[in-house]
């Protein structure tokens, strides 16, 4: 239970090449799938979970091992949000930047294809926020968080 059967820097080595790999892949995906997961989406990510924690720790079943990976994940990933926090190119790199779905009530249609957002979750995005029609929006951002803020054209802010 408390041996360990690989070496400890191997574990932290594993543990940091799937970090690296799953950030890639995950800042890939797009925004819209952080806020809007389905529930397929959900067991996709649970799949994405079992397959790596058997990289991370190989036939590593023991306590050392698991602790080890996860202070790894949350020390690499504490390491980011102090990096994002102290430079503005690495906050972009990491967490990317807002986009411009509708400007003066014209949709950007480039944006919702690259983003791969639909017409319907755009409207629903708005019906949640009290928008009936797009005519309504002064500025609509999809922002890094994956979520839809939107502005009406009545509407001020500073």
């Known amino acids: 239970m408390w041996d360990l059967k690989l070496p400890w820097y191997e574990v932290v080595f594993r543990a940091f090449l799937i970090f690296s790999f799953l950030f890639i892949i995950l800042r890939v995906l797009g925004k819209k799938h952080f806020s809007e997961m389905t529930p397929f989406d959900f ?20 306590i050392p ?5 996860v202070s790894t994940l949350v020390i690499l990933n504490a390491m980011l949000s102090k990096l994002s926090f102290r430079s503005k190119k690495a906050e972009k790199m990491i967490e990317g930047n807002p986009k411009e779905l509708i400007k003066n009530g014209k949709v950007n249609k480039s944006i919702l294809k690259e983003e791969a957002i639909t017409d319907r979750e755009l409207y629903q995005a708005l019906r949640m926020q009290g928008v009936l ?8 951002m999809l922002e890094t968080n994956g979520s839809i ?8 802010f500073h």
Not at 46 to 61: C, G, P, R, T
Not at 133 to 140: N, P, Q
Not at 149 to 156: A, F, G, L, N
């Open 43 to 62: 067991i996709v990510f649970l799949f994405i979970s079992e397959a790596v924690q058997n990289a991370m720790i190989e036939d590593d079943k023991g």
């Open 65 to 69: 091992a698991a602790l080890i990976s």
């Open 133 to 140: 029609s797009v005519e309504e929006v002064k500025l609509a």
């Open 149 to 156: 803020s939107v502005i009406k054209k009545d509407e001020s």
